[in-house]
């Protein structure tokens, strides 16, 4: 019998004794207590020491199991399953600022339904190993252990570019490009050389958090916009703020709510920019990683280089873990882009990014985007389905599914307690910075919902609801 696993049963409880051991496991593995790879004592030995049936451990174990909380691995027993990092479900003081909380809630993952996380099926680590071995030491003048180009190495600068006019209908320069360190690098790079200090910007409301945040350390006015079937609400940012210096958008697939900005509002913000000497930052989040059909194009092919500033990442195609991302910089501003780069944001190290122009030359990139899209598209398909016997209200957003909830659920408490059993669904109402606008609901990540487990999580995740709703 495992020392550190105290269990301790009332049986005069209305809770089942087969809950409460679950519980009492679940809040040991998520405290460190049971660390990842520990055994855990047979559930006939559990049964014994406990004083229970048997089939009451047993239907324990299987609830864990379900949740991906333990592993059973036949003569090796059963073991406590890898979890994401046991301090992001302490609590915390909670503060008007909460973005070093979201932060450390989001890089706790994968969790079931975690949004900004792709799914784990065939990532290629044998691919960049393989890459990154015959580039470490590349002879010659340009070596990757040399001073590195501060913009990024000229090698994946080309193949963004390359694939940028085929994915994104995007025809620029490799100079054009710019390699960030992910999203947030690239955002601060690109206010950094807009310099904008003081001005009002438009952001989507809701928004990215982190967004928001950054454009609040830029000292930037936020002006929030609305957003409807057809995205950003561009005429209601004209009306209330048409002297504003910036607008941030998400055009593809907004986040989080998912529809596409139409043309109409396109030409109507690209107008707007032109006409008033403002600047868009198209945070192009998930590319063309559309589940159905061909991806919009992007809001920068309808600009001709002029207006719009594109960032994208391979944080959804390939994941977070490595931290890299690009500018497509008009052609007025690639010179202050490059200057910006070699002073403030260098680009990551080239031991990252040769193999991901290799990666992406030998095809490898382009064939796993379509395989993430068939599997998200079945992973989608079979989610929805389960909502559906719930029958509750629910839209698709993106690579996410919106589970709307009642006026005054609290989504927030909702959430956290989902995370004890292995869940982690975003609050819609924490993309909200306007309280009078916010709106209960749960953002159910697509990427990582595998099928096998889709029917347990959502039984659980619902009864939490029904406690609250």
Same mark, same amino acid.
């Given at each position: 019998?495992?020392?550190?696993?105290?269990?301790?049963?009332?049986?005069?409880?209305?809770?089942? /004794?087969?809950? &409460?051991?679950?519980?009492?496991?679940?809040? #040991?593995?998520? !405290?460190? *207590? +049971?660390? $990842? %790879?520990?055994?855990?004592?047979?559930?006939?030995?559990?049964?014994?020491?406990?004083?229970?049936?048997?089939?009451?451990?047993?239907?324990?174990?299987?609830?864990?199991?379900?949740?991906?909380?333990?592993?059973?691995?036949?003569?090796?027993?059963?073991?406590?399953?890898?979890?994401?990092?046991?301090?992001?479900?302490?609590?915390?003081?909670?503060?008007?600022?909460?973005?070093?909380?979201?932060?450390?809630?989001?890089?706790?993952?994968?969790?079931?339904?975690?949004?900004?996380?792709?799914? /784990?099926?065939? &990532?290629?680590?044998?691919?960049?190993?393989? #890459?990154?071995? !015959?580039? *470490? +030491?590349? $002879? %010659?003048?340009?070596?990757?252990?040399?001073?590195?180009?501060?913009?990024?190495?000229?090698?994946?600068?080309?193949?963004?570019?390359?694939?940028?006019?085929?994915?994104?209908?995007?025809?620029?320069?490799?100079?054009?490009?710019?390699?960030?360190?992910?999203?947030?690098?690239?955002?601060?790079?690109?206010?950094?050389?807009?310099?904008?200090?003081?001005?009002?910007?438009?952001?989507?409301?809701?928004?990215?958090?982190?967004?928001?945040?950054?454009?609040?350390?830029?000292?930037?006015?936020?002006?929030?916009?609305?957003?409807?079937?057809?995205?950003?609400?561009?005429?209601?940012?004209?009306?209330?703020?048409?002297?504003?210096?910036?607008?941030?958008?998400?055009?593809?697939?907004?986040?989080?709510?998912?529809?596409?900005?139409?043309?109409?509002?396109?030409?109507?913000?690209?107008?707007?920019?032109?006409?008033?000497?403002?600047?868009?930052?198209?945070?192009?989040?998930?590319?063309?990683?559309?589940?159905?059909?061909?991806?919009?194009?992007?809001?920068?092919?309808?600009?001709?280089?002029?207006?719009?500033?594109?960032?994208?990442?391979?944080?959804?195609?390939?994941?977070?873990?490595?931290?890299?991302?690009?500018?497509?910089?008009?052609?007025?501003?690639?010179?202050?882009?490059?200057?910006?780069?070699?002073?403030?944001?260098?680009?990551?190290?080239?031991?990252?990014?040769?193999?991901?122009?290799?990666?992406?030359?030998?095809?490898?990139?382009?064939?796993?985007?379509?395989?993430?899209?068939?599997?998200?598209?079945?992973?989608?398909?079979?989610?929805?389905?389960?909502?559906?016997?719930?029958?509750?209200?629910?839209?698709?957003?993106?690579?996410?599914?919106?589970?709307?909830?009642?006026?005054?659920?609290?989504?927030?408490?909702?959430?956290?307690?989902?995370?004890?059993?292995?869940?982690?669904?975003?609050?819609?109402?924490?993309?909200?910075?306007?309280?009078?606008?916010?709106?209960?609901?749960?953002?159910?990540?697509?990427?990582?919902?595998?099928?096998?487990?889709?029917?347990?999580?959502?039984?659980?995740?619902?009864?939490?609801?029904?406690?609250?709703?």
């Amino acid at each position: 019998m495992n020392s550190d696993l105290h269990i301790e049963l009332d049986r005069a409880s209305t809770q089942s /004794l087969s809950e &409460q051991i679950r519980i009492s496991i679940t809040k #040991a593995i998520d !405290s460190g *207590l +049971l660390a $990842p %790879g520990t055994r855990l004592p047979s559930w006939q030995d559990l049964a014994a020491h406990l004083g229970v049936a048997r089939g009451t451990v047993q239907a324990a174990y299987e609830r864990l199991s379900d949740f991906q909380m333990i592993e059973t691995f036949g003569a090796r027993g059963t073991l406590v399953a890898p979890r994401p990092d046991a301090r992001s479900t302490q609590p915390q003081a909670v503060g008007p600022d909460t973005c070093a909380r979201k932060r450390d809630e989001t890089s706790a993952g994968p969790a079931i339904f975690q949004l900004g996380i792709p799914a /784990l099926e065939g &990532q290629p680590e044998r691919l960049f190993a393989r #890459a990154r071995s !015959s580039n *470490l +030491l590349k $002879p %010659g003048p340009f070596s990757s252990l040399g001073h590195p180009d501060p913009s990024g190495e000229f090698e994946l600068r080309r193949e963004i570019a390359g694939y940028l006019s085929i994915s994104r209908n995007i025809h620029c320069l490799p100079e054009q490009v710019f390699i960030t360190s992910g999203y947030s690098s690239g955002l601060d790079l690109t206010l950094r050389v807009l310099g904008l200090d003081g001005r009002k910007v438009w952001m989507e409301e809701p928004g990215f958090y982190r967004t928001r945040k950054a454009l609040q350390l830029a000292r930037l006015r936020i002006v929030p916009v609305p957003v409807d079937a057809g995205g950003m609400n561009v005429g209601y940012g004209i009306d209330h703020a048409a002297d504003a210096a910036l607008a941030v958008v998400t055009p593809g697939q907004q986040a989080p709510l998912g529809p596409t900005l139409c043309l109409r509002r396109r030409l109507q913000l690209l107008e707007w920019a032109s006409s008033n000497g403002a600047w868009i930052i198209e945070d192009d989040y998930l590319g063309d990683l559309q589940i159905e059909g061909r991806a919009a194009p992007a809001l920068a092919s309808l600009d001709n280089g002029k207006r719009v500033i594109h960032i994208g990442t391979f944080s959804k195609t390939v994941g977070p873990g490595l931290r890299l991302g690009f500018i497509v910089a008009p052609t007025g501003l690639d010179a202050a882009f490059s200057e910006a780069a070699a002073v403030f944001v260098h680009a990551p190290s080239p031991v990252i990014q040769l193999p991901v122009a290799r990666f992406m030359r030998e095809g490898h990139y382009s064939r796993r985007v379509r395989r993430l899209k068939r599997l998200y598209s079945s992973q989608r398909d079979a989610l929805c389905e389960q909502l559906q016997i719930h029958d509750v209200p629910w839209v698709t957003a993106g690579l996410a599914v919106l589970l709307s909830l009642p006026d005054g659920t609290p989504d927030v408490q909702i959430a956290r307690e989902a995370r004890s059993f292995g869940m982690a669904p975003s609050p819609l109402s924490q993309w909200f910075a306007t309280r009078s606008w916010s709106q209960p609901g749960l953002l159910l990540g697509v990427a990582t919902a595998p099928e096998p487990h889709l029917a347990s999580a959502c039984r659980q995740l619902f009864e939490i609801i029904d406690r609250y709703a």
